[in-house]
């Protein structure tokens, strides 16, 4: 293999010192991994040492382990998106009104068996084809919570509540087209931006499906180890003792438990075990944890600012949370009441 | 990071994946079901890396003179050497299962009321410890009496942490997804109950119902007891969750 430096800055913007330099970054790689596997032992070794450190480092790689698959196949299928499927499928399959394929979208959301780490590279393919941005929000939100598999798990979960599934899924489906229509009156073109991603006309089908799937593989993973790492340091420092206090306020623990599902990213086909666990919380918190977990969490936060960008993330997501906690009490105190 | 190292990155994450999946590595973090998955997962990002590493080179050999070109519009992402950080964790630290510390941590679970089939024959009759604990709080033992009315003997292993008393716990820890989802089953012991053991060691013990209880102050669960008749130290079974 040759291991020429190639300068990834475009040629009309300044140069950065790193130009000059004459490692590129296959040789810091394969420096790096020699001084890991020389000093192995040692780190392995002083990770045992610290119970934490050690159910961290568990909790870190299971996370990663259970959302590979989920972001494989995610970042495969938005590649066939990007490079079988002609843009003029998605004129025609989705309404040409944008109010009208909001609400679209979202039932479309049903057919993707998936956790929420898959559908953001969906999104982004999907707006990158030409779908209207509040159509693949609305896709984006509606996917990973109301399809047959989470939905199933959730029945499981809560085999003496049915209505949780029925909660959920009506919940979920309501936040994500208004949310839908929420972008279409206030949201702003110039806050997706959707990384450069290396020009797939004119390629060779293969090549261009490769480079798409490298590409956002490298990218929406990126984001999800620092997403998965966070969840992972929540994870083990919060000891469940905190939750007993706030479980018996109402308001608060509704609260509560939608920023845990926030901080916890769990993977929306396991949230419902979780929340059944949670008993000393009321059905109604436990619905806004359910609700607000597919939607907004740590790495999916993470992955959408690397995927739309931060200055999208960072409107998109505090707004997300607060409308779905909001649909969430409401559709509880309906339904539990 | 340029293309080349994506690569390298891309077959290091696909064959700790696979590395993981093939052996019975995969199931200290993941359930049993995620396997064919995860194998595909693994391979589709071998595929991907020599894809890229082939594409690549091929290009450099043919279109060296399309090079501004080409990179006019890349802006290679810098996240992606993050990704080193799970091959790190899979290949270099692999570290073991959820044990004690994680344990004490989450509290025992809340468990919910199912059917009780007849114990399962022999004696003591191999049982896991979500069954025995579902059995001894739900059912209050009735399930695991012989026709006689008499408690039958029954075997559960775990490994131990510590319990509300500060005495150990026969622990199992069970997963729905992966082990950020894991939640405690505590069982405590009277009787007989093991001695001289630190935490996180595994023991098989037999034992018969007893009505004792104990309230876990993390997540205000019911801890159901066992009347330990005999035990013995265990190596950890393959699959370390229920």
């Known amino acids: 293999m040759t291991v020429t430096e190639r300068p990834d800055i475009a040629p009309n913007t300044p140069p950065e010192p790193k130009r000059d330099r004459r490692v590129g970054s296959v040789e810091v790689l394969a420096l790096l991994l020699i001084v890991l596997v020389v000093f192995r032992g040692p780190i392995a070794a002083k990770i045992v040492e610290f119970p934490l450190l050690q159910t961290w480092t568990t909790v870190f790689v299971s996370v990663m382990v259970q959302a590979m698959p989920f972001l494989v196949f995610g970042v495969a299928l938005s590649a066939v998106i990007a490079v079988y499927v002609p843009r003029s499928f998605w004129a025609k399959a989705l309404p040409k009104h944008p109010a009208l394929a909001v609400p679209v979208a979202s039932c479309a959301g049903v057919i993707l068996p998936g956790c929420e780490c898959g559908s953001v590279p969906i999104a982004g393919s999907l707006i990158r084809r030409g779908v209207t941005p509040a159509a693949a929000l609305a896709f984006l939100l509606a996917a990973p919570a109301i399809n047959p598999i989470v939905l199933t798990a959730t029945a499981v979960a809560f085999p003496k509540n049915p209505e949780m599934v029925v909660g959920r899924g009506v919940a979920s489906l309501i936040v994500a087209m208004i949310m839908g229509w929420l972008w279409l009156r206030l949201g702003k073109a110039e806050w997706i931006k959707l990384p450069h991603r290396p020009e797939l006309e004119g390629m060779s089908k293969s090549r261009a499906f490769f480079g798409a799937l490298r590409h956002d593989v490298v990218h929406a993973g990126g984001f999800l180890v620092l997403g998965a790492m966070a969840a992972a340091t929540i994870n083990v420092i919060v000891p469940a003792r905190w939750l007993q206090t706030l479980a018996d306020n109402p308001w608060l623990s509704v609260i509560a438990l939608a920023i845990l599902a926030v901080l916890l990213s769990i993977c929306s086909e396991a949230d419902a075990f979780v929340a059944a666990s949670l008993s000393q919380f009321s059905l109604t918190s436990r619905l806004a944890f359910l609700v607000v977990g597919p939607m907004v969490d740590l790495k999916l936060i993470s992955m959408q600012a690397g995927v739309f960008g931060r200055r999208f993330a960072f409107r998109f997501a505090p707004t997300t949370l607060v409308v779905a906690t909001a649909i969430a009490a409401l559709t509880g105190w309906l339904v539990f009441s | ?242």
């Open chain 2, 1 to 242: 990071m340029n293309r080349q190292a994506q690569g390298v990155v891309l077959l290091l994450l696909g064959g700790a994946v696979l590395k993981a999946s093939l052996s019975d590595m995969y199931l200290r973090y993941v359930k049993e079901s995620l396997q064919p998955f995860l194998i595909a997962a693994g391979a589709l990002l071998v595929i991907a890396a020599v894809m890229t590493i082939y594409h690549d080179l091929k290009k450099e050999r043919h279109e060296e003179h399309e090079e501004h070109d080409e990179h006019g519009h890349h802006h290679e992402p810098r996240v992606g050497w993050m990704l080193i950080a799970p091959v790190l964790g899979l290949l270099l630290v692999a570290p073991p299962a959820l044990g004690a510390f994680a344990a004490g941590q989450s509290g025992s679970a809340k468990l919910q009321d199912v059917d009780y089939p007849p114990l399962p024959a022999g004696d003591p009759a191999q049982i896991s410890v979500l069954d025995y604990a579902t059995r001894a709080i739900f059912d209050k033992g009735v399930s695991m009496k012989d026709g006689a009315g008499q408690d039958r003997k029954v075997q559960i292993s775990g490994f131990l942490s510590q319990g509300p008393d500060g005495k150990p716990v026969l622990t199992r820890m069970m997963l729905s997804c992966c082990a950020a989802d894991a939640r405690a089953i505590k069982i405590g012991m009277s009787g007989r109950p093991p001695e001289g053991l630190g935490e996180n060691q595994w023991v098989e013990v037999v034992g018969v119902y007893t009505a004792a209880t104990a309230k876990d102050p993390v997540s205000n669960n019911e801890i159901p007891f066992i009347e330990v008749l005999e035990w013995k130290q265990i190596d950890p079974p393959r699959n370390q969750y229920e």
